[in-house]
């Protein structure tokens, strides 16, 4: 699956449903679910800026996303438009696109793994259960966790 490492705090608004556009300097072709990876180096001014005051997970994948489309961004005007989307800083004001996220899940348990640049492929093992008594714990506690989460 792919795998993109996004700077917390904005990893953590995109997976609470707060960060709808990821801003880049890169355009991509892909389009689909991503998991979205926490680098370990946290921009305390941003978290600061946006008044994030929780502890942020770090080199882990956090959650996973559905990168739907791509905006390209022709003038300053149309960045700053989108503030409420994509919440960078005027620092960051000189990207040019903007990967339009939906459907944010975040993950119960983080995944531990070192990050990559762009877009990168990882193989998350899977985990073999032979007991069905604890695969069907399992899936109630599941079910219950997303009922609850959803109503």
Known sequence: ??????????????IAGEKSIELRNWNTNFRGEFLI?????IKE???KRLKITKKLITGAIIGKVTLY????????????RDQ???LASKEFHNKKYG???????????PIPLMGQLG???VKLPK??????????????????YQWVGHH
């Open 127 to 144: 985990t073999i259960i032979r007991n069905s008594d604890i695969v069907s714990d399992i899936i109630d506690e599941e079910f219950r």
């Open 69 to 80: 489309n791509v905006k390209k961004y022709n003038s300053d005007n149309e960045l700053k």
């Open 1 to 14: 699956m792919k795998c993109l490492s996004i700077s917390q705090p904005f990893a953590y608004l995109i």
């Open 84 to 86: 409420k989307f994509h």
């Open 119 to 121: 877009f990168f492929d």
């Open 99 to 109: 990967f339009i996220l939906k459907n944010a899940k975040q993950f119960r348990v």
């Open 45 to 47: 001014k941003d978290c």
């Open 37 to 41: 990876h926490a680098p370990i180096r």
